[in-house]
């Protein structure tokens, strides 16, 4: 199994920043792909950044020039710096890896993982 665990929400004025965290573990062979995704009330999960391997990066539109997505391969975690945040931002932030893993039962599988979310709220 793997496990996502988020850390760096919070509240925070508009203009301000933050940074979110991301650390997979467990029977880890391979990530393929890292990502954030959000959701606001009332509305679905939308991608907010992600980056895969050999280091492409893609951006929501809404986010591009404020929000930069990085990734330490050695350390399996994967960061969101977000700056000039605006109260739209506000929302659950997730954390999603597609992840090749050793399973309990034998053998090899390729599936995509999440985190618990995180709350991020950007005061007016």
């Known amino acids: 199994q793997v496990q996502l665990v988020e850390s760096g929400g919070g509240l925070v004025q508009a203009g301000g920043s933050l940074r979110l965290s991301c650390a997979a573990s467990?029977?880890?062979?391979?990530?393929?792909?890292m990502a954030w995704y959000r959701q606001a009330p009332g509305k679905q999960r939308e991608l907010v950044a992600r980056?895969?391997?050999?280091?492409?990066?893609d951006y929501a539109d809404s986010v591009k020039g404020r929000f930069t997505i990085s990734r330490e391969n050695a350390k399996n975690t994967v960061s969101l710096q977000m700056n000039s945040l605006k109260p739209e931002d506000t929302a659950v932030y997730y954390c999603n890896a597609e992840v090749s893993a050793v399973q309990a039962i034998g053998g090899i599988t390729r599936r995509s993982y999440w985190g618990q979310g995180t709350q991020v709220t950007v005061s007016s």
């Open positions: 980056i895969i391997d050999g280091g492409r990066t």
């Open positions: 467990g029977n880890i062979v391979s990530i393929h792909a």
